[in-house]
């Protein structure tokens, strides 16, 4: 591909630049071959030319696509160079918060400099299992990839990692040794895993201190070697150091600190334990204040400390030796402070009584004389003298601190020698996985002997790097079978030969040791003479003969100053000193310390890494030169066998490796310094590995990914079915140079730059298409536009014309209506003038009129309505009288049937109890026959009578018809009669012209007080208005408090109703958090019981078992007591010893922990179990106290509310009373003249005053009518609670029905007489139509009385047909009796005639009740007695049976050596009884089943151990098994055998314990036995006895209830063991469910060509396990509707159903969405349309089976939102606000990591800015929330047990013959 089709407008470039080191820029002007400069922008817009080498002609890097940039992989990018790398990392840090990138097999962490959420034991469980390339990014899934190759290969593993000092080597490390021991676990409970994790802080303690560059780096290498036995369980460990920092102990440059340690005892030296340290603060000792820096931010030394000694007691480093150590480290910080002064210039001394160095022999138990005199002298050794020499102040300081290194090194190694004690252990080492944490490549100003031995450490690290990276390419190659090349690559072995060769460094610094005169000087010199000439990578510096320049890799030069080489290389010390320390007596563990060489080596046997040899002793020994030879070996001797041990143990392994980048150098978060960052990436390998990768194929993509990215650029007919040839026959027309790409079996590989170039020829057919497609639409939009407008102006115009066609119409009817109105005006002046004539003679009239009309309406309404009330009394005492009589008479009947019944029944029993009676039954049928045709007569000769009362009746009806009509003639009279009176009027018209005349001369008089009357009447007015003012003013304020009271009301009721609702809904969930820890409790002592179990089989396997004693089922359980209740002392002993023979040898220690721990289980579950009952009882008691609050509230409320009413009451009465005297006063003044109340102003003043009262009156009644409802109100809130019954006026015939002496009847009487004289009677005279009404009332009460009639009559004539149907029935029962056999005949007749007593009892209940109850007890009794009878009939008739088999068998024995011909007595015994088809009723089952005692364990191992659901238990009853152990139980409680019962719940919940750890993991068993568990759980409830439970039971199932104990605790045990199941349940299905999830809801695409690959060309690691098998959402809702069904078919309650659906999408939810925010490139907006198209399939799946009420859907709610999320816009305010309120079920957290994962597919999408993403973090800054990143997959909703109470029958139930359970019977 030639340049000129990549470098071309707009195409982007990287460009070299001094402080970003590379910038961005993008060409304006195409680039031509030839050409010898670029014509860029920057991206501020500066326009500039950069020139090429003239030379070279390279062109600058091309920059990748926006769509690659911040790939989980940097080799995955198109273009590998390092800007490209750079860039990449920059964004992933800064934009998105990303620390971790991979690089090729390349782990690169850069060190956040702030604590994330991202290593909780969440995201652990989330990698946990998942393929390396799965995932994004994370030092957790390097070690899943360690421990999977480890179990799958059965290879050892190491992981590497490196870095600079403060690069965060340490805490990768630390992550994943905890990663480690969170996945394996160990293999015993001597918790290997936290003591692994536990050497972390003492080593940090020890050998990590504060730098200029780290708050806590560490100052030595090690390398831990993690083992794991057969099942890859940890189960120790092993450490190996390397060259510690010695110098800092008495040394350390500004702003640094010495080890955490020294610093930690200094701030806990206030402790009383270390008072005898005599310790005060870090500044008052010379070790720890050189650096000026004795605190860190936010570190506390004194809780560190802590921690620290927790660590060593958990190693088993017990205090004593803690102290010891402590005084070793106190007694180093007082040497220190030893001063030294001079004597003279060749001498020193210590002055006497010095504190310090007291301190310091005091505490090392060593003599102050001899050490202040070693001190300051040396000894000297010739042949044959020995001499001693003084030293001078510097030389005897040097000694000092070379003493005070020594001591630290030596403890250093002693506490990593018994840390390795601590892990290491007796069993047999399988595989292990090794973390080495090692100090990454130095450069400092000043470079001496560590940063030289560092450096080359990294060296030999970077040679086996570039050979593992190079072994990788190679295999990957030929996997692919596709041509390959050698790559050329960095290599370093001559920078390694010059450091380690022969006669190379070290080696001429060992040499140079060994001279008696050797000098730094002169070994410099060496250096040049040797190398200068010979090694181009070893240079001399100009300015200086004492130091020399190595080039390391990656061209990086170090300048090392050759000063105090030999010195470190020698690690002297003193002898003399030491001898001192060593003939110390009190202090035994520094004597320990400076044991011989093979005695401090460390348990692995390798070399420790510090030197501090002692070289000197007092007496030479020539027997031990050899030895001490050895011993002598050099710093650098020992650190090159070290590391070569080091480097022969990583090859030996399978790397892993983890480069931490230090972002900058001040410590600041998320900041990134991009020339410290280039710098790392370049001295640690990654850009090595780049170049590599860049070198070969980087690019590769499986076919399937091809053809999905880059279907765009095919047509149609390139479309094969073979997606191989379809992908190469596209490259070929593609890319013309075939050496660009390779085709392997599985991939196509692509050289750097090929992706970019495919991704830009599909981002131009989209465009293309994309501007196609705008086209298309904004033709369309512009049209649609177009024909809105013409639309519009059309619509415009008709309305405007419309509205002036209105305007026309309207202005004429206006002008019509104008002339009507004026004609009406003028008609209804005039009307209204006749009118008020007309009106004031008819008033006249009326008046007079009625008067005279009302007087005798009066007197005939009194005379009717005496009649009435007389013919209702005599009616009413007549009725009274004939149902006495008609009751006495049914009780006469009763009682004597009754008699008659008895007597029957009587001769019935004698006749039953006869053996005559068996001649006697024809007879007696017949004479039953005869009294049944009596009896019909009788009924017969009964209607007849009643006809003819009906008979009666009618006529007596027909004469009171007559009689009525006759009362009609008369009161028509009394019309005539009226209507006569009615004459009388013109003789009061006459009277009314006489009143006329009187009235003319009235007037007259009126005119003296019409003037007063004026003026009075203006002042009535203006008052009258005044108090129409006032009356409006309370009426509005009497509105305005009506609607204050209803808001306040309202608002009273809504708040109350809203805090009941919060506080309803805390204690639900307080409720529901303390069941949940319940059941956790209950989970955690099923796993410490199964651990007990398993520590008990254990023993008993590994102890040899006595002669004649065998481990029986008994003693199997472990913990039978918690399930056993009411046992006596004795078993209690019998399990006690049985305990003791099965736990001998077990640890007791252990087993008394196991004890505790049990029995702390136990109080804490009872503990919560009260709690829970505390909760609910607070609950209630907060509702009712809530309650009553409420009512306090109200009931002030309406307190308030009634004083307000009171004193509107009290202004209405003020202003009716001066109304009064108004109207007083105004009578009073028209008094004094005459004839002034006829005057028309006083009409009209009275008129006024009458109007305002009666408003008056009105509002008066609006107040009362609302009291009247706020103390109604108040009374309804007061009993809320209680149900007020309000006895309403019943009939009228049932209230004199209650009338029951002639009192009574009295009473009513004069009450009639009373209410008939009342006024309210008497003020109209009777008229035509309420004498018709009456009538009509009459004429309704005879039909009435007629339809009751004709009602007997049909009641009589059903009576005599149900007789009829009686006497057929009793005619087929007696033929039908005839046909039986005469015991079956008997039988019969007996139940037939209990039959029909049993109904002529009901039959006279309803009738009479009262009268009735006695005979139907005597009748029950009766019924009873006979069904004993019959009882004891067929107990008697199976034991004869019984008997006469027994004999016939023995007879048939007896008689079987009889010849044929002869009779036995047997076969005359057998004649009768062998015909077997006799028809025999049978015996009602009790529902109960009896077993043996020596058969239960037979019942248990059928029934439990050896049923399996699929096969025979599938055809069974939904919970057989549990009905049949509950039909056991009721057996034994009905014997009162409490063992029995006691035995039989353990042992069936101990089998069924047993069944489950079996066969745990099988779905179908464990849903089987938790449907069988709870049933059997609902059994003991619904047959407990307990009102509560028994409520739903049938009469018959009441019977069945337990009757001897109470079995309350036994269901609480069962309780718990349903729980323990359910969790197994829903344990089972998540491990069924788990790998389907991420695959079925986000790797398979249900929606073909929506989800497109995005060109990441991510590289999986070869080694990585391939997928089995790909799920698919199928997949997932196949397997829900498995367990769907299978539940159901084993019967699960519908709840319980419930409940483990919607944990089963909590978990699909939670493991979605945690992956979801685990990988980046799921993030994306096509993913989130395939994520809601997944859920919505689950929720059709929900609505198929009816569950979506479960609260299934609202689990997945934070799914939905994540996918919402993903889709909506992410720009503006707008849209976060939007974000904001949609997402209320993610957290913080989980919303800005999608945020930052977001990622888009195609160009045209774009990445969220980092400003919005800071919009919504500061939106969602006030949320209350967890800041935990993931959901808890392992989270399990608290379960419940709805009690659902069977309808089946026991006594129905048979055991089918497939259960072998013979041996029951059923009772």
């Known amino acids: 591909m030639a340049a000129s089709e990549l470098y071309t407008k707009r195409a982007r470039v990287w460009i070299p630049d001094a402080e970003e080191v590379w910038k961005s820029a993008e060409l304006t002007k195409d680039f031509k071959n030839g050409d010898a400069s670029l014509q860029l922008m920057l991206e501020d817009g500066t326009s500039i030319e950069h020139k090429l080498d003239p030379k070279t002609k390279n062109l600058p890097y091309l920059r990748n696509p926006d769509i690659l940039v911040g790939e989980n992989d940097l080799t995955a990018l198109s273009y590998l160079h390092e800007p490209a790398v750079l860039h990449n990392l920059k964004v992933r840090f800064i934009d998105s918060k990303l620390i971790y990138t991979y690089c090729g097999i ?20 989330a990698y946990s299992g998942q393929n390396m390339g799965d995932m994004d990014p994370h030092i957790f899934a390097v070690a899943e990839e360690a421990y999977k190759q480890m179990a799958r290969d059965e290879r050892n593993q190491s992981i590497i990692v490196s870095g600079e000092s403060g690069a965060g080597k340490t805490v990768s490390a630390k992550y994943a040794m905890r990663y480690f021991a969170t996945v394996s676990g160990s293999t015993s409970e001597a918790n290997v895993e936290q003591k692994v994790l536990a050497s972390n802080p003492i080593m940090e303690a020890i050998g990590n201190a504060k730098t200029t560059r780290n708050d806590n780096s560490s100052r030595f290498g090690k390398y831990i070697e993690i083992g794991f036995d057969t099942r890859y369980r940890i189960i120790g460990a092993n450490m190996r150091t390397y060259l510690l920092e010695k110098s800092r102990v008495v040394f350390q440059a500004d702003e640094e600190r010495n080890y955490h340690i020294f610093y930690q005892l200094c701030a806990s030296s206030h402790l009383p334990e270390f008072k005898t340290l005599k310790l005060s603060s870090a500044n008052d000792f010379l070790y ?23 660590a060593f007691t958990l190693l088993g480093i017990n205090e004593s030796y803690q102290m ?72 005897a300081t040097n000694a000092r601190d070379a003493l005070a290194k020594h001591i630290y090194a030596k403890l250093f190694n002693w506490i990593v020698e018994h840390v390795n004690k601590a892990l290491i252990t007796n069993i047999k080492q399988h595989s292990f996985i090794g973390v080495l944490d090692i100090y990454g490549f130095e450069t400092f100003e000043i470079n001496s002997f560590e940063q030289f031995c560092i450096n080359y450490a990294n060296e030999k690290l970077q040679q086996q790097f570039n050979m593992h990276v190079f072994k990788l390419e190679q295999e990957e190659y030929m996997k692919e079978q596709i041509p390959w090349t050698l790559i050329d690559f960095y290599d370093n072995q001559p920078c390694i030969n010059l450091i380690e060769a022969k006669m190379g460094i070290l080696d001429l610094l060992d040499e140079e040791c060994k001279m008696p005169k050797g000098s730094d000087d002169s070994w410099a010199q060496k250096l040049y003479n040797t190398h200068l000439k010979t090694c181009s990578l070893f240079e001399k510096p100009r300015m200086s003969n004492r130091a020399f320049i190595i080039q390391h890799f990656a061209d990086k030069q170090v300048e090392y100053q050759c000063e105090g080489f030999l010195e470190k290389n020698k690690d002297t010390v003193n002898e003399d000193q030491i001898n001192v320390l060593k003939a110390s007596k009190k202090f035994d563990l520094l004597v320990e310390l400076f044991q011989d060489e093979e005695k401090a080596t460390s348990p692995t046997g390798q070399v420790p890494g510090t030197g501090g040899r002692t070289r000197l002793s007092i007496k030479p020994d020539k027997g031990r030169d050899k030895s001490s030879k050895e011993h002598k070996k050099t710093v650098g001797c020992q650190f090159r066998n070290s590391l070569q041990m080091l480097m022969d143990t990583l090859n030996a392994t399978t790397p892993h490796y983890v480069r931490c980048i230090k972002p900058n150098d001040f410590k600041l978060a998320f900041s990134f310094d991009p020339k410290r960052a280039v710098q790392q990436l370049r001295a640690c390998g990654v850009l090595e590995t780049i170049r590599i990768s860049a070198a070969g194929f980087p690019s590769r993509w499986t076919y399937q990914e091809f053809f999905s990215r880059y279907r765009v650029l095919m047509k149609q007919k390139d479309v094969l079915s073979d997606k191989k040839l379809t992908c190469r026959n596209v490259l070929e027309k593609l890319v013309q140079d075939q050496d660009k790409y390779q085709f392997g079996k599985t991939k196509i590989f692509f050289r750097a730059g090929q992706v970019a170039y495919l991704e830009k020829l599909r981002a131009d057919k989209l465009r293309v298409a994309c501007i196609r497609i705008q086209k298309t639409i904004r033709c369309w939009l512009a049209r649609k536009k177009y024909l809105r407008k013409r639309s519009a102006a059309i619509t415009i115009q008709r309305f405007t014309r419309g509205y002036q066609a209105r305007c026309l119409a309207k202005f004429m009817r206006r002008t019509q209506a104008a002339t009507i109105i004026q004609k009406y005006q003028r008609m209804c002046m005039e009307r209204k003038r006749y009118r008020q004539k007309q009106a004031a003679a008819l008033v ?43 009751v006495s008479l049914v009780y006469l009947q009763c009682c004597f049937r009754r008699m008659k019944a008895r007597r029957e029944l009587k001769k019935l029993k004698i006749e039953a109890r006869s053996v005559e009676h068996f001649k006697k039954l024809n007879k007696g049928m017949e004479n039953k026959i005869m009294q049944l045709q009596r009896r019909i007569d009788e009924q017969t000769k009964d209607n007849r009578s009643i006809n003819e009362k009906l008979v009666s009746l009618e006529t007596s009806s027909t004469a009171e018809r007559e009689r009525m009509r006759g009362e009609l003639s008369r009161l028509r009279g009394v019309e005539e009669d009226a209507k006569n009176k009615g004459n009388q009027v013109t003789l009061l018209l006459e009277q009314l012209e006489k009143l006329k005349k009187e009235l003319s001369s009235t007037q007259k008089e009126k005119k003296t007080i019409e003037d007063w009357a004026q003026t009075y009447r203006d002042e009535m007015e203006k008052m009258v208005s005044e108090l129409k003012d006032q009356n409006c003013s309370l009426k509005k304020e009497k509105d305005d408090l009506n609607r204050l009271i209803q808001e306040q009301s309202q608002q009273m009721t809504e708040k109350m109703a809203r805090a009941i609702v919060e506080k309803t809904q805390q204690l639900e969930t307080d409720l529901n958090e303390e069941r949940s820890r319940y059941q956790n409790l209950l989970t955690e002592h099923l796993r410490l019981e199964e651990k007990y179990d398993d520590l008990k089989e254990a023993m008993v396997s590994s102890n040899v078992s006595k002669p004649g004693h065998r481990r029986t089922d008994s003693t199997h359980s472990s913990n039978e007591s918690e399930y056993t209740y009411n046992s006596e002392y004795a078993e209690l002993e019998e399990g ?17 922990k196991l004890q505790k721990r049990l029995t702390e289980l136990e109080q804490e579950k009872q503990s919560l179990r009260n709690e829970l009952e505390n909760r609910e009882d607070q609950f209630q008691r907060a509702r009712a106290r809530d309650d009553v609050e409420f009512k306090k509230a109200r009931g002030a409320e309406l307190e308030y509310e009634s004083l307000k009413r009171q004193e509107l009451e009290s202004e209405n009465k003020k202003l009716k009373h001066d109304l009064a005297e108004i109207r007083r006063s105004l009578l009073g003044n028209a008094a004094t003249g005459a004839g002034a109340p006829g005057s028309p102003a006083y009409k009209v003043v009275l008129e006024q005053l009458n109007a305002s009262c009666e408003e008056l009156e009105v509002r008066k009644e609006e107040v009362l009518i609302l009291r009247s409802q706020l103390v109604s109100q108040k009374e309804a809130m007061h009993h809320k609670d209680e149900k007020e019954t309000m006895t309403e006026p019943s009939a009228y015939v049932e209230d004199v029905s209650k009338l029951k ?8 009487y004069i009450g009639l007489k009373d209410t008939n ?4 009677f008497m003020h109209k005279p009777l008229e035509v139509s309420d004498l018709l009404s009456r009538l009509r009332l009459l004429e309704h009460q005879l039909q009435t009385q007629r339809r009751s009639y004709d009602s007997e009559v049909e009641s009589l004539r059903g009576e005599l047909q149900n007789v009829k149907e009686e006497n057929n029935r009793q005619q087929q029962l007696l033929a039908q009796n005839l046909q039986l056999p005469p015991e079956a005949r008997i039988e019969a007749s007996l139940q037939h005639e209990i039959t029909r007593l049993t109904n002529e009892n009901l039959e006279l209940l309803a009738e009479d009740p009262t009268a009735s109850r006695e005979a139907r007890v005597i009748i029950l009794r009766r019924m009873v007695d006979l069904m004993e009878q019959l009882e004891k009939q067929d107990r008697t008739i199976r034991k004869l049976k019984k008997q006469l088999k027994v004999y016939s068998k023995r007879i048939g024995e007896m008689g079987a050596g009889q010849t044929e011909g002869q009779t036995s007595p047997g076969q005359m015994v057998d004649e009768p009884i062998h015909p077997v088809n006799i028809p025999r009723r049978e015996k009602d089952f009790q529902g109960m089943l009896e077993y043996k005692k020596e058969d239960e364990l037979k019942l248990v191992k059928n029934l439990i151990l050896e049923l399996k659901p699929r096969g025979v238990a599938v055809n069974l009853i939904p919970g057989l098994p549990a009905y049949i152990l509950f039909m056991c139980l009721r057996h034994a409680d009905y014997v009162n055998d409490d063992q029995k019962v006691r035995t039989l719940l353990t042992s069936t919940i101990n089998s069924i314990k047993k069944i489950l750890k079996k066969r745990g993991d099988d779905f179908e068993t464990v849903s089987f036995w938790l449907s069988n568990t709870c049933r059997f759980l609902h059994c003991l409830k619904q047959y407990s006895g307990d009102e509560a439970f028994m409520k739903h039971n049938t009469q018959r199932q009441n019977e069945h209830t337990l009757s001897n104990f109470d079995l309350a605790e036994y269901r609480q045990v069962i309780s718990d063991l349903a729980i323990q199941i359910y969790q197994q349940l829903i344990k089972c299905m998540e491990n069924i469910l788990q790998p389907m999830i991420v695959s079925g809801m986000l790797e398979h695409e249900t929606i073909q060509g929506v989800s497109g690959v995005k060109p990441t060309g991510l590289r999986k690691r070869t080694s990585s396990i391939a997928d089995e098998g790909t799920y698919t959402l199928d997949s997932i809702l196949r397997q829900l509707s498995a367990f769907h069904s299978t539940m159901c078919q084993h019967g699960t309650d519908p709840e319980l159903i419930k409940q483990v659906v919607k944990q089963q999408f909590y978990i699909i939810g939670a493991v979605t969405l945690n992956n979801l925010l685990l990988r980046k490139d799921m993030c994306s907006w096509s993913k989130g349309m395939q994520i809601r198209y997944n859920v919505s399939q689950l929720e059709e799946w929900l609505r198929d089976k009816g569950l979506m009420v479960c609260g299934a859907k609202e689990t997945l709610e934070p799914l939905i939102q994540a996918a919402q999320l993903l889709q909506v816009k992410k720009k503006t305010d707008e849209d976060a606000e939007a974000i904001c309120s949609m997402c209320l079920a993610l957290t913080t957290a989980q919303i800005v990591k999608v945020l930052n994962l977001y990622t888009p597919v195609n160009e045209f999408e774009e990445r969220v800015s980092v400003a919005f993403i800071r919009t919504i973090q500061t939106r969602l800054r006030d949320r209350c929330e967890s800041p935990q990143l993931l959901m808890d997959t392992k989270m399990i909703y608290p379960v419940t047990f709805p009690f659902n109470p069977s309808s089946l029958a026991l006594e129905t139930i048979q055991i089918p013959s497939s259960l072998n359970l013979s041996f029951l019977t059923r009772v």
């Open 1301 to 1308: 002496d002639a009192g009574e009847l009295k009473q009513a």
């Open 288 to 310: 720890t204040r050189q650096g000026r820096s004795p605190v860190i931010h936010g570190v506390d030394d004194t809780k560190e400390l802590s921690t620290t000694r927790n």
């Open 844 to 886: 006249m009239q009326t008046i007079l009129r009625a008067y005279m009309a009302r007087q005798k309406y009066q007197g005939l309404l009194r005379e009717h309505n005496a009649v009435i009330i007389q013919k209702r009394v005599r009616g009413w005492l007549a009725r009274c009288w004939y149902k006495r009589c008609l």
């Open 1136 to 1152: 006690s010893r049985a305990a003791e023979d099965v736990t001998r040898g077990i640890d007791t220690s252990l087993t008394l």
């Open 106 to 125: 390349v782990l690169v962490a850069i060190n956040p400099y702030e604590t994330l959420g991202i290593y909780g034991t969440d995201i652990i469980n």
């Open 324 to 395: 010891g150590l402590f005084q070793v480290l106190a007694a180093i910080l007082h040497l220190g402070n030893v001063e030294i002064k001079d004597k003279d210039s060749d001498s020193s001394l210590i002055p006497p009584n010095n504190r310090h160095l007291t301190a310091f022999c005091e505490l090392v138990g060593v003599t102050y004389q001899d050490m202040s005199q070693w001190l300051c002298h040396r000894k000297l050794k010739t042949a044959t003298e020995t001499y001693i020499k003084t030293l001078p102040r510097l030389q």
């Open 1317 to 1320: 004289r009342s006024p309210r």
